[in-house]
Each structure stands twice: as structure tokens, then as C-alpha cells.
């Protein structure tokens, strides 16, 4: 069992930063794949990036490729988001997610416990 809880989420200007983390319970994080997802109003729940077990794969959408950075810290038992150059679009939910798949990691349903979501806001 795992238990994911995030924070850092918040109202920020387009052109922007926020940092999310997600800290895990249980002594088995390193065992996951980590992932971020969101979910804006009205839409459904849409990948973002995923980092490997190792930490050294990782994997965007397309659309915050160069902006967005995921990472991780197997001591702390913590997946990190840093997004940078924030655009309204980015406006979500977002969920911090482990899986303990190893292919289609961008597909919500391979993702095995999921975080209860931080808000991030991105003003014009």
C-alpha cells in the first residue's frame, strides 16, 4: 500500500513557477514508476511525465516538453514537478500517481495509487 499526498500547487502568473511534490508513505517507493497527471475542468485526467524507477528515464507530453521537469528522491520518498514558463492551458488538477507497470506508463489506468490532487492556477 501506498500513500501519495501533494502540495505545492497555487495561483501563479502566466510566464510562472511552481514547484509540486508528492511525498510516499511505505517502503517500497523506489519500486514505482512515478507519474503527474492532470485534469482540467470538464476533461478528463491527462498525462504529464513519469520518471523511472532509477530516475534516470523520464517522460512529458508533448505540450510541456522544455518547460516542465520530473524528478525524484528515493531518501525522501518524494516525485517532484518543477514547471516553469506556466501558460493558462496548464490551468488543472494535478495528481501525483505510482505504477507499478513497466510499458504504457502514460495511461492513467496502469498507474496503481494516486494522490488526492493539488490546484494549480495560471492567470493571463
Known amino acids: 500500500q501506498v500513500q501519495l499526498v501533494e502540495s505545492g500547487g497555487g495561483l501563479v502568473q502566466a510566464g510562472g513557477s511552481l514547484r509540486l511534490s508528492c511525498a510516499a508513505s511505505?517502503?517500497?517507493?523506489?519500486?514505482?514508476?512515478m507519474g503527474w497527471f492532470r485534469q482540467a475542468p470538464g476533461k478528463e485526467r491527462m498525462f504529464v511525465a513519469a520518471?523511472?524507477?532509477?530516475?534516470?528515464?523520464?517522460y512529458y507530453t508533448d505540450s510541456v516538453k522544455g518547460r516542465f521537469t520530473i524528478s525524484r528522491d528515493d531518501t525522501k520518498n518524494t516525485v517532484y514537478l518543477q514547471m516553469n514558463s506556466l501558460k493558462p492551458e496548464d490551468t488543472a488538477v494535478y495528481y501525483c500517481a505510482a505504477s507499478s507497470a513497466y510499458y504504457y506508463l502514460k495511461i492513467a489506468g496502469n498507474y496503481n495509487y494516486w494522490g488526492q490532487g493539488t490546484q494549480v492556477t495560471v492567470s493571463s
Open positions: 511505505g517502503r517500497t517507493f523506489s519500486s514505482y514508476v
Open positions: 520518471v523511472g524507477r532509477s530516475g534516470g528515464s523520464t
